[in-house]
C-alpha cells in the first residue's frame, strides 16, 4: 500500500514536469513573435508579485481512496420530518404505514410516503351505452302473365292495386299514432318521445273515438285502452284467456308449401298408375313475415335508486287493413272452399306482463344470526347512459298475375305465386349486474311495438263461353297476424321513498370518502351479502327499445280458364285454381329486465303509463281491371316532338324503359314513404 502511494506521488509530480515543460515551449514561442508597434496601444503594467502571500489550508501527503456515504434509505440518515425521532418511535411508524395496507415500493426515496389519516375511495369504469338502429326492407314485384292458349289476350293493367294499398295505408295511420316516431340516440331526443307518448295516452283517456270507417268499409274493432293490462290477452280488441297459436291459423299453401324434412326411409317409391289429366294453378300462397326479439339486460341489479324523476312507458299499437272481393264466374262451381265461405282470418293479439325475478340459488340467511356487508366496490359512469334498440321492418309484394289456362291432357301444374319475403331482427343484451344501481337524474324506460298489415286480394275467376269444368276454387283462406309481447321484469312493486343513507350513499361517492355509510351497510334487501357493487350514474338513464313492423301484400290476380277440346272428351278432368292462401305475419316480443329485485327508491315523481291500440278494416273495393293502354301518355309525346302528333312529319320511335326493378322504380317506395315519414 505504502509503494504504490509513492509511485502515484511520482507519476504526479512527472506530470507536473511535462507541464512546466510545455510552459517553457509556450514561452519561448511567444519570444520569438513581433512585439507591439511603436504606435500600438500602451499595454497596463504586470501587477507586482507579492511575497507576503500566505494561505490558512494545510498541506497534507496525497491519500487517494472513495469517500462513501450510505443511502438516504437507512433510518437514520432519514429526513427529519418522518424519522428525526429514536429508532423505536419510527418503527411504532413503520408499523402504522403497514397496518393501512399502503403500498411501497421495493427501492425509493422515504419522501415519496405520505401518510393521510383517510384514503380516498377507489372508483372503476361502469359500462358504456349501447345504440342499435336495425333496418330490414324487401321490395318484391312479381306480376306473371301467362296465356297457355293459341289465342290473343291483351295484359291487364295493375297500377290499381298500389293506389288501394296507399289508401289502405293512410286509413291505417289512425290506428297507429306511434309509427312516426323517428330514430334517435340523445337523451332530448328520447324525452321528446316520452312527453308525446305520455301527452297521447293522456287525450286519450279524455276522448273517445266512435269510429274511423269509411262508407266502401267496415270497421272490424277500435280498441283503445290504458287500464292496467297485466297478464292479459287482448284479441281484436277483447280479452281472451288464451294465446292464439299461429300454426293452428297458417294456410295450406298447396304447390307453394315449405319444404319439409326428408324422409329417411331408404325404401323406393314408384307409381304405376298412369298420369291422368289435371290442371292445378296457385296464383296466391304468398307468405310475408316480420319477426322481431329484443332481450334487454343492460344494467341489471336487485336495489336502485332514482334521484330524479322516473318515466315508465309501454304502447302497443296494431292495425290491419284488407280487401277480398273475389268474382267468379256463375259457370264455375266451387268447392265449397271460396272466400264467400272461408274468407281471410285477420287477428290482432297483443300482451302485457309484468314478473319479478326470484333467485333461489342460495339459501336464505338465518335470522338469528344476520350478516351485512362491510365493504363495497364503486364504479362511475360520468354522463347520460343509453340503451336504445330501434328495430324497423318493412315489405311491400306485388304479385298481381294474369292467366290464361286451359287443360292439356296430362299433368299440369302452374305456380306463378308461392313468394316467401321474412325480415328476422333478434337482439340479446347482456350486461353487468350490480347489487345497487344509484342514477342522478332522471330514468326513461320506453317499450313501443307498432305493427300494420295491409293486404289486397281481390281475384277474378272467369270461364270461357259455357264452359263447365267443375273446378275446384280457393280464392280465400288469408291470413293476418299481428302479435305483440311486452315482458317487464322488475320495478313491478310500488316505488319507495328515497332513504336518507341513500343520499348520504351518493355524497360519499362524489366525495370519494372510503367509509360505506351505516345505513347502507344494515339495508334489509342486503342481508346476507359479504360486499357490495354498486354503480353511480351521475347522469340520466334512458332505455328505449321501439320496434316497427309494417307488411304490405298486393295479390290481385285474374285467371280466364279458356275452353279444350281435350276436356270435351275427358269430362274427368280435375282442375284447382288457387287464388288465395296468402299469410301476412308480424310477430314482435321484448323483454325488458329492469331489476332483479323488488326494491326501487325514487326521489322524484313517477309517471307509469301503458296504452294498447288495436284497429281492423275491411275494405269493399269493387275497382275492375282494365286491359293495359298501348298508346303513349300524353307526356311522353310531347317529350318526343313539338309537333302535332298526327302530322305526316313524325318519323316511327323507339322508347326502350328497360327492365330495372330496383328500389326506386317498383311502386312499393310511394307506399312505404307513407309509414316511414
Avoid: C
Wanted: aromatic fraction near 8%; proline fraction near 5%; hydrophobic fraction near 40%.
Amino acid at each position: 500500500m505504502h509503494i504504490e502511494k509513492i509511485s502515484e506521488i511520482i507519476a504526479h509530480f512527472i506530470g507536473l514536469f511535462e507541464m512546466t515543460t510545455d510552459e517553457m515551449r509556450l514561452r519561448a514561442n511567444y519570444a520569438e513573435g513581433a512585439g507591439p508597434g511603436a504606435d500600438g496601444p500602451a499595454l497596463p503594467d504586470q501587477d507586482a508579485f507579492t511575497a507576503a502571500f500566505s494561505s490558512d489550508l494545510q498541506l497534507k501527503d496525497y491519500d487517494p481512496g472513495i469517500n462513501y456515504k450510505s443511502g438516504s434509505y437507512e433510518i437514520e440518515f432519514g429526513p427529519a420530518r418522518h424519522f428525526g425521532r429514536v429508532f423505536e418511535e419510527s418503527l411504532e411508524k413503520l408499523a402504522a404505514i403497514a397496518g393501512k395496507d399502503i403500498p411501497l415500493p421495493h427501492f425509493g426515496d422515504p419522501t415519496d410516503i405520505v401518510l393521510t389519516d383517510e384514503p380516498e375511495l377507489t372508483v372503476f369504469a361502469g359500462p358504456g351505452s349501447a345504440i342499435s338502429h336495425v333496418l330490414q326492407v324487401n321490395a318484391l314485384y312479381d306480376d306473371d302473365y301467362l296465356d297457355m292458349t293459341d289465342g290473343v289476350h291483351a295484359p291487364r293493367d295493375t297500377s290499381f292495386v298500389i293506389e288501394q294499398l296507399a289508401d289502405f295505408s293512410t286509413k291505417a295511420e289512425i290506428f297507429t299514432p306511434f309509427a312516426s316516431l323517428h330514430r334517435t340516440d340523445t337523451y332530448d331526443g328520447a324525452l321528446k318521445i316520452a312527453e308525446d307518448l305520455q301527452s297521447y295516452i293522456r287525450n286519450a283517456r279524455n276522448t273517445e273515438d266512435s269510429g274511423v270507417a269509411s262508407p266502401d268499409s267496415d270497421v272490424t274493432h277500435h280498441f283503445v285502452t290504458t287500464e292496467p293490462m297485466d297478464d292479459k290477452v287482448y284479441v281484436n280488441g277483447k280479452v281472451e284467456a288464451d294465446i292464439p297459436v299461429l300454426d293452428d291459423f297458417l294456410p295450406d299453401r298447396g304447390l307453394a308449401k315449405l319444404p319439409e324434412e326428408p324422409d329417411d326411409s331408404n325404401t323406393s317409391v314408384e307409381q304405376t298408375d298412369p298420369s291422368g289429366n289435371s290442371l292445378d294453378v296457385t296464383a296466391g300462397a304468398n307468405l310475408v313475415v316480420n319477426v322481431a326479439s329484443v332481450i334487454n339486460t343492460g344494467v341489471i341489479t336487485s336495489v336502485s335508486a332514482v334521484m330524479g324523476n322516473y318515466h315508465q312507458i309501454d304502447a302497443i299499437s296494431q292495425a290491419f287493413v284488407y280487401s277480398d272481393n273475389d268474382e267468379i264466374a256463375s259457370a264455375l262451381h266451387s268447392s265449397g272452399h271460396s272466400a264467400e265461405e272461408t274468407g281471410t282470418i285477420a287477428k290482432n293479439i297483443a300482451l302485457f306482463e309484468q314478473s319479478t325475478f326470484e333467485a333461489s340459488s342460495h339459501a336464505e340467511p338465518d335470522s338469528a344470526d344476520p350478516t351485512f356487508p362491510n365493504s363495497w366496490r364503486v364504479s362511475v359512469i360520468d354522463g347520460d347512459v343509453s340503451f336504445v334498440q330501434w328495430i324497423e321492418q318493412y315489405h311491400f309484394v306485388t304479385d298481381n298475375d294474369t292467366m290464361t289456362v286451359t287443360t292439356s291432357g296430362s299433368e299440369a301444374t302452374v305456380l306463378t305465386g308461392g313468394n316467401t319475403s321474412i325480415n328476422f331482427s333478434s337482439f340479446f343484451q347482456m350486461g353487468l349486474q350490480y347489487d345497487l344501481v344509484i342514477i342522478g337524474g332522471n330514468v326513461l324506460d320506453i317499450n313501443s311495438i307498432t305493427q300494420v298489415s295491409l293486404l289486397y286480394d281481390n281475384d277474378w275467376v272467369r270461364a270461357e263461353g259455357d264452359l263447365d269444368p267443375g273446378a275446384d276454387l280457393q280464392t280465400g283462406n288469408n291470413l293476418i297476424w299481428n302479435f305483440a309481447s311486452i315482458h317487464n321484469v322488475g320495478t313491478g312493486g310500488p316505488f319507495e321513498a328515497m332513504p336518507d343513507y341513500m343520499v348520504d350513499t351518493q355524497k360519499a361517492i362524489e366525495d370519494r370518502d372510503p367509509n360505506m355509510p351505516e345505513g347502507l351497510s344494515f339495508d334489509v334487501d342486503f342481508q346476507g351479502y359479504a360486499g357490495l357493487d354498486v354503480l353511480y350514474i351521475t347522469g340520466n338513464l334512458y332505455d328505449m327499445t321501439i320496434i316497427k313492423q309494417v307488411s304490405i301484400l298486393g295479390d290481385s290476380d285474374d285467371v280466364t280458364q279458356a275452353a279444350s277440346t281435350i276436356l270435351e272428351n275427358n269430362p274427368d278432368a280435375t282442375v284447382t285454381i288457387d287464388t288465395g292462401s296468402n299469410a301476412v305475419v308480424n310477430i314482435a316480443e321484448i323483454v325488458d329486465y329492469d331489476s332483479f329485485g323488488q326494491t326501487t327508491y325514487l326521489a322524484g315523481q313517477l309517471y307509469s303509463d301503458a296504452i294498447l291500440i288495436q284497429g281492423g278494416l275491411v275494405e269493399h273495393d269493387t275497382t275492375q281491371p282494365q286491359p293495359v293502354d298501348d298508346g303513349l301518355a300524353n307526356e311522353v309525346i310531347a317529350f318526343l316532338d313539338n309537333d302535332d302528333p298526327a302530322g305526316g312529319d313524325s318519323a316511327d320511335g323507339v322508347i326502350n324503359a328497360g327492365h330495372d326493378f330496383s328500389w326506386s322504380s317498383t311502386h312499393p317506395a310511394d307506399v312505404m314513404q307513407a309509414m316511414v315519414a
